[in-house]
């Protein structure tokens, strides 16, 4: 047994020096692992790495180490022991310590803005929800209250989806049901006797005066609150960010009624110029705005950068509210999902970046949510009403006097308008097609007809133009010898060749980023930098980590349930509470149409040459923002929330603000300019995945 004992040994050990040799180990190596188990973590993180004595790639890796290619030079480092990392607890500690311990007094004022606007929003959904539900006799049971079974328990609550698929004013949605008794009848006829003006049916949710109190009360309490996150620090920082140093340049050509040229058409430059005349803008010395093409350059005074910034502020904390009531008043949405559809604009880091400074964008997004509200109050909701279809075709010719990437919903809404593929069930008549068609088409050459009355004197922007055009303009050369073209040659003119020098703009830009980083929230945009005493800031064009997982994912999701009904439909049988129903079609046809929006707002950009951005997304972003309000609302429909309905959709929307109210808070010094640690930076940099930060 002993032989036996010292042969096993011998064999173990030749086993020692095999493992050894194959790894590389030397003697010098073990005698300096042997010496490093003492070390503390402190030692191990702070002092320099080790040498691990293997020579290459592979040699390292399979001794258990850690290959560096560039230290510089290749190294192979032994490895820092795993008890030395931080837990996850930990990690949130030594995060909660940073942000504590550099706290100042701007991100201390940023923390109680916070936590106010999360209670004033969690106090509106809670009163919002419960005034809803005495209004329209569902009740919330509360704890431990006794409750008496009477005849309104075995009537199933309002379907939300029934009330969007079949809504009460809607001609092309009347249902005709034979076997009806007679209070509904008598019920379904208040109704429609109650709706008997357009113009009010277009504003109100019911006529009755308590459901537009509500309303009325969520749309102001969502516009103070994004308004007051927009001001707040507006004239900070007092220098040129990103593209101000055009639009206001185009501003003071307006006040000197110069001749400009830009690859944009001129409602949203036209609204800077006149506003900003009305509130006291000071275009700088001898009127004229100096800083084209500069940045970072500091302003003159704060008259000359303050109110246009003020008016851009303005336009974007009017998109909240008007996608509240696309949520609310179009798609009958409860109060509460509709307030989580308006709070995604409201904390979207990357609308109010756009909103607060002298940028166009806000602009087009106030105009591309006021067109999406009409489009849905005219295809959805009442395809006869003469006001919608007004009002559809003038948003629409507003918004695309704004920006050209406004087509998306045009194209969209001049599809469903004549084929009817998503959410008519009968296409308009070609003359009320015509009519809206008609209205977008007058208010675009409207504003290009008040640019030109505007526009009268030369400038060398002009040498565009051939010289008939030259020749409208007073003191240029051409002026009094040759006749000028009439209006409609001077606007086709000018916008073909907008057109082409736009798709002729083909250089390189180091923001530059692609659609698809856009969809999973990795773009960004630097639009200044600077240092203070307390620290340097940066303010980052970026979304809001929560608004891009809430929105992309209900786009998927959407998808994801679009299929499967369309498998259940060929199926022909019910199957999880889904059949092959008429509101299922129509909620069905609802989110193709939001998916439709989306994408076709981001179709152009997937092949195109130039430079394209972070804020060229915001346009299709309305549509996956409504996307989130009706699958939300979608998903306390089942049958089994019961009478629990209420709370679990309290609950649910108020962790929902919860989380947009943390990105918020968290990517605010982008947003504001506010200094920031080294330590608060590197807390932040796991979302910046495109370049570093100042």
């Given at each position: 047994k002993m032989k036996g004992g010292v042969l096993w040994w011998i064999v173990g050990l030749f086993f020692v020096l095999l493992v050894v040799q194959r790894c590389g180990a030397t003697e010098e190596l073990v005698q300096r692992l042997h010496a490093d188990t003492n070390k503390t973590c402190e030692q191990w993180l702070n002092e320099s790495p080790i040498d691990?004595?293997?020579?290459?790639?592979?040699?390292?890796?399979?001794?258990?180490?850690?290959?560096?290619?560039?230290?510089?030079?290749?190294?192979?480092?032994?490895?820092?022991?795993?008890?030395?990392?931080?837990?996850?607890?930990?990690?949130?500690?030594?995060?909660?310590?940073?942000?504590?311990?550099?706290?100042?007094s701007h991100q201390s004022?940023?923390?109680?803005?916070?936590?106010?606007?999360?209670?004033?929003?969690?106090?509106?959904?809670?009163?919002?929800?419960?005034?809803?539900a005495r209004l329209t006799r569902v009740e919330a049971p509360l704890p431990l209250a006794p409750h008496k079974k009477t005849d309104?328990?075995?009537?199933?609550?309002?379907?939300?989806?029934?009330?969007?698929?079949?809504?009460?004013?809607?001609?092309?949605?009347?249902?005709?049901?034979?076997?009806?008794?007679?209070?509904?009848?008598?019920?379904?006829?208040?109704?429609?006797?109650?709706?008997?003006?357009?113009?009010?049916?277009?504003?109100?949710?019911?006529?009755?005066?308590?459901?537009?109190?509500?309303?009325?009360?969520?749309?102001?309490?969502?516009?103070?609150?994004?308004?007051?996150?927009?001001?707040?620090?507006l004239d900070y920082p007092s220098m040129l960010t990103w593209d101000e140093c055009h639009f206001g340049y185009f501003v003071s050509k307006y006040n000197a009624r110069e001749?400009?040229?830009?690859?944009?058409?001129?409602?949203?430059?036209?609204?800077?110029?006149?506003?900003?005349?009305?509130?006291?803008?000071?275009?700088?010395?001898?009127?004229?705005?100096?800083?084209?093409?500069?940045?970072?350059?500091?302003?003159?005074?704060?008259?000359?950068?303050?109110?246009?910034?003020?008016?851009a502020s303005f336009f974007g904390s009017l998109v909240?509210?008007?996608?509240?009531?696309?949520?609310?008043?179009?798609?009958?949405?409860?109060?509460?999902?509709?307030?989580?559809?308006?709070?995604?604009?409201?904390?979207?880091?990357?609308?109010l970046m756009e909103s607060r400074g002298i940028l166009t964008d806000s602009q087009l997004i106030f105009w591309n949510a006021i067109a999406i509200y009409c489009?849905?109050?005219?295809?959805?909701?009442?395809?006869?009403?003469?006001?919608?279809?007004?009002?559809?075709?003038?948003?629409?010719?507003?918004?695309?006097?704004?920006?050209?990437?406004?087509?998306?919903?045009?194209?969209?809404?001049?599809?469903?308008?004549?084929?009817?593929?998503?959410?008519?069930?009968?296409?308009?008549?070609?003359?009320r097609c015509l009519i809206a068609g008609g209205i977008g088409i007058a208010v675009f050459l409207f504003w290009w007809w008040c640019h030109f009355a505007v526009l009268i004197y030369n400038h060398s922007e002009v040498e565009w133009q051939d010289s008939y055009f030259q020749s409208s303009l007073i003191g240029n050369r051409f002026h009094g010898t040759l006749s000028p073209p009439n209006f409609f040659k001077k606007t086709y003119q000018l916008v073909t060749t907008m057109i082409r020098v736009n798709a002729e703009t083909l250089e390189p830009h180091y923001w530059t980023t692609r659609w698809h980083e856009w969809i999973l929230g990795t773009a960004r945009l630097s639009s200044a930098r600077g240092v203070v005493d307390e620290g340097r800031w940066e303010m980052i064009m970026m979304m809001n980590p929560f608004v891009t997982l809430f929105t992309t994912g209900s786009i998927l999701l959407g998808v994801g349930l679009i299929l499967f009904w369309t498998r259940i439909r060929f199926m022909g049988s019910r199957f999880l509470g889904v059949s092959n129903s008429e509101r299922e079609r129509r909620a069905v046809g609802l989110m193709l149409f939001l998916v439709a929006g989306w994408a076709l707002n981001l179709l152009p950009y997937t092949g195109v040459e130039r430079s394209t951005f972070v804020y060229h997304y915001l346009p299709g972003l309305l549509y996956a923002q409504l996307m989130v309000g009706v699958l939300m609302d979608c998903g306390f429909m089942w049958q089994g929330f019961g009478k629990a309905r209420v709370v679990m959709r309290i609950a649910a929307t108020s962790v929902t603000v919860g989380l947009l109210v943390l990105g918020w808070w968290f990517f605010a010094p982008f947003v504001y300019a506010l200094p920031l640690s080294d330590e608060q930076k590197d807390n932040r940099t796991f979302f910046l995945f495109k370049h570093g930060i100042a």
């Open positions: 691990c004595l293997h020579g290459t790639e592979v040699a390292c890796i399979s001794g258990g180490c850690n290959w560096v290619p560039n230290y510089p030079g290749a190294w192979c480092q032994v490895p820092v022991p795993k008890r030395c990392f931080p837990t996850s607890f930990e990690k949130l500690s030594n995060y909660v310590s940073t942000e504590v311990e550099h706290l100042k004022s940023l923390a109680y803005i916070s936590i106010l606007v999360f209670a004033t929003q969690v106090a509106l959904i809670v009163w919002s929800e419960f005034y809803h309104s328990d075995d009537i199933p609550p309002p379907n939300v989806i029934e009330t969007i698929v079949f809504p009460a004013n809607a001609s092309s949605g009347k249902r005709k049901n034979k076997k009806r008794s007679n209070s509904n009848n008598a019920s379904s006829n208040s109704k429609s006797s109650s709706s008997t003006s357009q113009f009010s049916s277009m504003f109100t949710i019911s006529s009755n005066p308590s459901f537009f109190f509500l309303d009325l009360v969520n749309f102001v309490a969502l516009f103070l609150i994004s308004f007051g996150i927009h001001l707040w620090r001749y400009l040229f830009d690859i944009h058409p001129p409602l949203a430059k036209m609204t800077f110029a006149l506003l900003g005349q009305i509130l006291g803008h000071d275009p700088g010395p001898n009127s004229v705005y100096p800083f084209k093409g500069q940045m970072n350059v500091p302003y003159h005074n704060i008259n000359q950068y303050y109110h246009l910034r003020l008016i909240p509210p008007v996608l509240y009531l696309a949520a609310r008043h179009v798609l009958s949405c409860s109060p509460s999902t509709a307030i989580v559809t308006g709070s995604l604009v409201v904390y979207d880091t990357l609308l489009m849905l109050g005219l295809l959805w909701k009442n395809t006869d009403s003469n006001i919608w279809l007004v009002a559809t075709g003038f948003t629409m010719g507003c918004a695309f006097s704004v920006k050209f990437t406004a087509l998306a919903t045009l194209g969209l809404c001049g599809i469903e308008s004549c084929f009817g593929f998503f959410i008519v069930k009968k296409p308009l008549s070609f003359a």
